[in-house]
Each structure stands twice: as C-alpha cells, then as structure tokens.
C-alpha cells in the first residue's frame, strides 16, 4: 500500500473573487465545506497584510465550522504572529510577502533574516500550533531552518513548475526538490511542497519520497469555474493516489 500524503486546497481565490464585488458572493465557507467534503485532507488561507483574499472574520468562521485542519499562511510579523495566536490555526506556514506582488515570488531567505526569525518564532515553538516555513529547495535556507528549531518546511516549487511549463531544465528543478526533501528527512525536518502545482506537473513531485503534503489553490479553483470544485479536488486526489503507489 502506498504512502499517504495530505492535500491542503488553498481556497484564498474565492475569497478574491468576493473581493472584487464585494458583499458575500461567492461564499468561502462554502468552498471550504465543498473541499472537505471532496477529499482535502486541510484547509490552506493565506491572511494577508493587505488583506486582498481572506480576513479576520473569514478565518474565524472557518476555524469554527471546518471538521478538518486549518493551515494559515502569514508573513513573518508581530502583527501576524499575534492574529495567530488569538484565532489558533491548526498550523502555520510563514511566507515571504511583498504588497507589489501578484503571488507569492519565492521563499523566505531564512539565512539573511534568521535573527529576525528566531526572535519572533521562539515562543511559537512552544505552542500547540504547528509552525512551517516556506523555503526555496537550498540546502543554506534549509540549514538555516533547522538551525532555528522549525520541524516542517513547504519547498516552493514555483520554480520546477515554471520549468515544466517551458520544458526547460525539469530535471534540474525537480533534483533540488529531491535532494533537500532528503536532507530535510535526514534531520527529522518534515516536508510540504506547493506553488504552481497542476495536473500535468504534480505527479513527480508526488513520486518524491518523504513528501507529506502539498497545497494546490490557484489551479484548483481556476480548474473549478469550468469542471466543478469537486470534481477538480477529486482529478487531483486520483493523480497524486497514482504517484505514491
């Protein structure tokens, strides 16, 4: 019998579209409820500083209602770190964030900031929430990540899946991945994986060894709008079944 590995389906795009609008159309709760009911294994929101997806009242609605975990991703601030500690996430993710940005660019330079880090994360290794960082696959942002205590990485893979698109230098991208999902195994470092991830590409990253989990939003939601919310989560469940037999 083949491994497990988690799916978190980020449902931030709904939450955009009600944005553009305004008013409670489409519902994100709704979307969170069609998720699990369709196979997510989490819940991934990404509570930005510009609040441009989910908000406040969103995430505690959602911590409320959902039967499954809920995965927060924020940036590394005091601000942020004290939203999560009074709505309580099951786990959080911390993210690199620029207001300029469309999507998030890349991983945290946890080498560069690492002083920064551990100063705001120390407490928060000693909660009951979860704590990740989203790295780039390096094996000096991952050395930095275990120097700081966090045990779960989410290895970007914007870049492998930018590589597949073009049918450029796959190979490459997708041995970084399997080299740092290695180290990280070798010093008890749990490993996620996400950004870019389709249909077409996610299959080899689910072959990887010691990869638990991966969160997929932005295709999902935009694969949806044609076949349904359900329908996609439950194409993505089969795929990634296939890849870990």
Do not use: W
């Not at 299959?203 to 989990?213: G, K, R, T, V, Y």
């Amino acid at each position: 019998m083949g491994r497990n590995i988690r799916l978190g389906v980020n449902i931030d795009h709904v939450a955009t579209l009600r944005n553009a609008r305004g008013g409670n159309h489409p519902e994100i709760i709704n979307a969170a409820l069609v998720a699990q009911s369709s196979g997510a294994d989490l819940i991934t929101v990404h509570l930005r500083e510009d609040r441009r997806h989910i908000n406040e009242n969103d995430l505690e609605n959602l911590l409320r209602i959902i039967d499954i975990p809920l995965n927060l991703e924020i940036a590394a601030t005091t601000e942020m770190i004290g939203l999560a500690n009074k709505y309580k996430p099951q786990s959080i993710c911390f993210v690199p964030e620029n207001r300029l940005e469309i999507t998030t660019e890349g991983g945290l330079n946890v080498s560069k900031n690492f002083n920064k880090l551990k100063k705001l994360l120390d407490p928060l290794l000693n909660s009951d929430i979860k704590v990740g960082l989203f790295i780039d696959p390096n094996n000096e942002q991952l050395m930095a990540t275990q120097e700081l205590g966090v045990k779960t990485v989410e290895f970007h893979t914007g870049e492998y899946a930018e590589a597949f698109l073009k049918n450029q230098d796959v190979d490459l991208e997708l041995e970084k991945i399997k080299n740092n999902v290695q180290l990280a195994t070798k010093h008890n470092i749990s490993c996620h994986a996400g950004h870019g991830l389709n249909f077409e590409n996610v299959f080899l990253i689910a072959s990887i060894p010691n990869i638990e989990e991966l969160n997929i939003g932005h295709f999902l939601i935009g694969d949806s709008i044609f076949n349904g919310l359900e329908n996609s989560i439950s194409k993505m469940r089969d795929i990634i079944k296939k890849a870990v037999k």
